[in-house]
Nanobody, 123 residues
Framework: VQLQASGGGLVQAGGSLRLSCAAS????????MGWFRQVPGKEREFVAG????????HYADSVKGRFAISRVNAMNTVYLQLNSLKPEDTAVYYC?????????????????WGRGTQVTVSS
């Protein structure tokens, strides 16, 4: 099983990034997918999630209206579009997969995790 996140980088406040997460080694279309982020010294937090069919999404209040999660099951890939970035969005972003027909937001419900990609937003 592998989840390979990419697309992170350094961007100025107000800018945009698009994160990608390529999955392999499991039946991607059967899993809910989530993005989490973590800042050193703090707990990892849920950012966004999408159900297996892609028809239902959920966002943390802190990113609602600025971030958008999507998936292409045929490509085994989930995306996170980050717009109107703020310095407080700086973190390592992780993608994760949950074998669930629902849309869990707790990290304990996720079965597989990627290594993460760094997003740094300068003021």
């Amino acid at each position: 099983v592998q989840l390979q996140a990419s697309g992170g980088g350094l961007v100025q406040a107000g800018g945009s990034l698009r994160l990608s997460c390529a999955a392999s080694g499991f039946t991607f279309s059967s899993y809910a997918m989530g993005w989490f982020r973590q800042v050193p010294g703090k707990e990892r937090e849920f950012v966004a999630g999408i159900m297996w069919r892609g028809d239902t999404t959920h966002y943390a209040d802190s990113v609602k209206g600025r971030f958008a999660i999507s998936r292409v099951n045929a490509m085994n890939t989930v995306y996170l579009q980050l717009n109107s970035l703020k310095p407080e969005d700086t973190a390592v972003y992780y993608c994760a997969a949950a074998r669930s027909r629902g849309l869990p937001i707790g990290e304990g419900y996720y079965d597989y995790w990627g290594r993460g990609t760094q997003v740094t937003v300068s003021s």
